[in-house]
């Protein structure tokens, strides 16, 4: 499809499934939370069918369960959980990166940094509440573009895969925001001059801190 093309539209089940996920990753829906389809199509206004079919992917992503005499619950993830998260983001980011070193183009790290820059204002204004997804995307497109056919879609999964509540993220701390900007600095630099082992290290590194972060709250 080129970029002049319209997109077709996104189905009702899709359009569940969108909501869902973002509820659910972002803690708005907690672990344990018992999910009757019957609720959520009034709550968002479509039928049952649709719901179902995005509680079904929701499964498969392993995101809820199915129990006996309780339908679908929202899975409630532990300390060990947290700590695989984390280092599998960190091995699959890090890869990302060293793949990117080796590949990325002027245009493509030009993006990169503009979107840093545009962290650095939000920070240094107290905009706080906007890194969080910012950081995410810059992680997504470093991972695109060092792993465009399977690496990126992973990262996408595996960070779906575990709620991160909004009062959680580290992003809310000036202290952190501060060693993590500089972090995404230091990745930047590794990637304009292509030092492949310095881009994983450093980023091993930034997400490993995220996750140690996250275990202290």
Do not use: C
Request: net charge negative; proline share 5%.
């Amino acid at each position: 499809m080129s970029p002049t093309e319209p997109r077709p539209p996104m189905s009702k089940a899709d359009y569940v499934y969108s909501v869902l996920l973002d509820e659910i990753r972002t803690a708005r829906i907690p672990g344990g939370t018992a999910l009757r389809a019957g609720e959520v199509a009034r709550r968002l206004g479509v039928s049952v069918t649709p719901v179902r079919e995005a509680l079904r992917r929701l499964e498969k992503d392993r995101l809820i369960s199915y129990e006996a005499h309780h339908g679908a619950t929202v899975v409630d993830l532990g300390d060990e959980a947290l700590a695989e998260y984390y280092g599998l983001r960190a091995v699959v980011e890090g890869l990302g990166a060293r793949l990117a070193a080796e590949k990325i183009t002027p245009e493509e790290l030009a993006g990169l940094r503009e979107l840093h820059a545009s962290m650095a204002d939000d920070a240094a204004h107290g905009r706080y509440d906007r890194l969080a997804e910012q950081s995410r995307r810059l992680h997504l497109r470093i991972v695109d573009i060092g792993g465009p056919a399977f690496l990126g879609a992973h990262a996408r999964s595996v960070r779906n895969s575990f709620p991160v509540p909004a009062e959680a993220s580290l992003w809310l701390d000036e202290t952190q925001v501060k060693a993590q900007l500089k972090a995404h600095e230091a990745i930047l630099a590794a990637l304009e001059s292509g030092d492949a082992e310095a881009a994983e290290r450093i980023m091993i590194d930034h997400v490993r801190r995220a996750g140690d972060y996250r275990k202290q709250q």
